[in-house]
């Protein structure tokens, strides 16, 4: 049997340790790197690209380079937190079959775990080169936020990457279990991880190699990108200003602005000024245009000021949960590497009444945690780790007035099963369907739908007759699974579940209506000009820049009429972008090539 390692998979990057002669390491490349970045492209070859030589070349191809994929993994097409983010992304969004979300790159269409996957066994290549041993066993650390059908997918993920996935763990609990490492603690914690794409808030008891969790919440759309785009919209407005060309219109520009901006971002945790200098960005009257101009760290906390307030009323709601105040916290860890912001470590500072622990490196610690998790699991170690979770979201079942029975609630202790009773409403009915949904709303509509189980072969008779009972069960890791019997015969009753979209006005009584065959949902493109979050800025900058298109029918500042249809106005200004063909001529793409060491 080969080595069992613990994998951080991030939204931006991912790292994996190992625990060995007990002690845990960081496993890395040739090169010195810990980090793989968390990206898959294709480049113009065809060639398929993992890591550090997918990011490299994402400025020349954002459109088939994949970034932040997390975020969409296990997600259904039609939810509402994926319309927030669908425009977002470069690449394109594809509906599959059961209202999965697919992505088109080069022509090859891909699911999230295949991405994911990518990921894994790029990560598994590089531990058995360091290694110089097999790794078949992994443990893999997921957002405490996650729900049911994001930890299936990663599950999902680790076997197709030829892993034995031996637990899917919460990034906040696995950083508890690196701080709690040989230290034989007796003390309550808070986990505050603040990634490249999530947020979570955990409070978890430690007694020596007990690992309880009390209370855990998050948001698994606020992240470092998102401090990222404050930045590059900052970028763009004032570009505009002072030049008239809305750089929003090139994707290409737009990579190299999000890149430039994530830098300075960094570099500002450490000094109080730095400059933001993309050379060769756009075509002016006058000659090439670059993008030059000076960051503060005052500037950046009043761009995101919003985002840190947002994880620090976070925390106060998970602390009312867990019925305790900061005074009944021991230490406050920060994870992830946004939280290296002195904004956030302030913040955090003020709400404890005491500085956060430096007991953990932010960005090692989950991936230390996760090795010593994969030690213990892989029979590799007899330490008797204990760890006690809670469910993140309440998980339910549609009720008939559109609300959710809820079957577990919120920070319910992990594993755990209820049983209800299910009968037939007409004659000699073969079959019983039933939806389940996971998140925080009394609302069926505004969960994220798990799936539709149907529970087909019942026997038949008189409507009522037939009794079904459902176990449903939820195991340490999160993770539902149910069983059904008929309650008379005590027979196995066959389940299956199908995954897709729930239906308008979910639980209300309408009537009967013929039903219409609709035509497949069209693919989402890439964003044009019109649909990024980016192209209102020369619409806001009244009497400054180039005017946009006199607004006709299809209004481009309205919304859209179908989201997965988005309308391509063309402009009817001529833009002053650096174009493909013309960038041929003037060597803009050898000169970045060689900036970029593609050559």
């Known amino acids: 049997m080969g080595k069992a390692i613990g994998i951080d998979l991030g939204t931006t990057n991912s790292c994996a340790a190992i625990f060995e002669n007990g002690k845990p390491r960081l496993i890395s490349y040739k090169s010195g790197e810990t980090t793989i970045p968390s990206v898959f492209a294709i480049d113009e070859e ?57 992505i088109k790159v080069k022509d090859q269409v891909f699911t999230l775990e295949q991405i994911s996957a990518a990921i894994l066994a790029q990560i598994k290549q590089v531990a058995e080169d360091a290694l110089g041993e097999e790794v078949d066993q992994a443990v893999i650390t997921v957002p405490a936020y996650f729900n049911d059908r994001q930890r299936q997918a990663v599950r999902s993920a680790g076997a197709l990457a030829n892993l034995k996935v031996l637990r899917v763990l919460n990034e906040p609990t696995a950083a508890a279990l690196a701080y709690g490492l040989g230290r034989n603690l007796s003390a309550r914690v808070a986990v505050y991880d603040l990634g490249g794409g999530t947020f979570d808030i955990s409070i978890i008891d430690i007694k020596d190699r007990i690992f309880e969790v009390v209370a855990t919440g998050g948001d698994t759309f606020l992240g470092g990108v998102d401090f990222d785009d404050k930045v590059m919209q900052m970028i763009l407005q004032e570009f505009l200003e002072q030049t008239g060309v809305d750089l929003s219109w090139d994707r290409v520009a737009i990579q190299r602005i999000r890149d430039a901006a994530e830098e ?94 430096k007991g953990v490196n932010p960005d090692e610690a989950v991936a230390i945690g996760a090795a010593m998790m994969a030690h213990s699991l892989a029979g590799q170690s007899d330490d008797g780790l204990t760890l006690l979770d809670v469910l993140p979201m309440p998980i339910g079942i549609n009720k008939t007035d559109g609300t959710m029975h809820v079957l577990f609630k919120k920070n319910q202790p992990l594993p755990d099963y209820k049983t209800r009773t299910l009968t037939t409403s007409k004659e000699n009915q073969r079959s019983i369907m039933l939806r389940l949904y996971q998140g925080e709303s009394k609302f069926v509509e505004d969960n994220e739908l798990l799936g539709t189980f149907v529970f087909s072969g019942i026997r038949p008779a008189p409507k009522g007759k037939v009794q079904i009972e459902v176990t449903f069960h939820i195991d340490s890791e999160g993770i539902l699974g149910l069983t059904a019997r008929d309650k008379a015969t005590g027979q196995t009753v066959e389940s299956h579940l199908k995954l897709g979209k729930s239906a308008p006005g979910e639980g209300k009584k309408k009537k009967k209506k013929k039903k219409k065959k609709k035509a497949a949902a069209a693919p989402t493109p890439p964003p044009t000009p019109l649909t990024m979050p980016t192209s209102s800025l020369a619409a806001e900058l009244e009497g400054k820049g180039p005017a ?52």
């Open 548 to 599: 946009r298109p006199e607004k006709k029918e299809s209004d481009p500042t309205a919304p859209l009429p179908d989201k997965r249809e988005p309308q391509v106005i063309q402009p009817e200004r001529k833009t002053r972008l650096v174009k493909p063909e013309k960038a041929e001529k003037t060597g803009f793409w050898a000169w970045l090539k060689s900036l970029l060491g593609l050559e």
């Open 264 to 357: 300075a971002k960094i570099r500002l945790s450490t000094v109080s000024e730095t400059k933001i200098n993309v050379p060769y960005i756009a075509n002016g009257e006058d000659g090439p245009l670059d993008v030059d101009m000076e960051l503060s760290r005052a500037r950046l906390e009043e761009l995101t000021g919003e985002l840190v307030d947002r994880t620090i009323q976070t925390c106060a709601r998970i602390f009312g949960e867990a019925d305790c105040t900061a005074k009944d916290v021991d230490e406050m860890l920060l994870v992830g590497g946004q939280s290296r912001m002195p904004l956030v470590q302030s913040l955090v500072t003020e709400f404890m009444g005491k500085p956060p622990s």
């Open 46 to 102: 065809g060639n398929r690209l993992v890591g550090h030589e997918a990011k490299k070349q994402a400025q020349l191809n954002p459109v088939n380079t994949v970034q932040a994929s997390k975020r969409l993994i296990g997600r259904n097409f039609h939810s509402k937190t994926i319309d927030k983010v669908r425009q977002v992304f470069t690449y394109e969004l594809v509906e599959g079959e059961s209202s999965d979300i697919l």
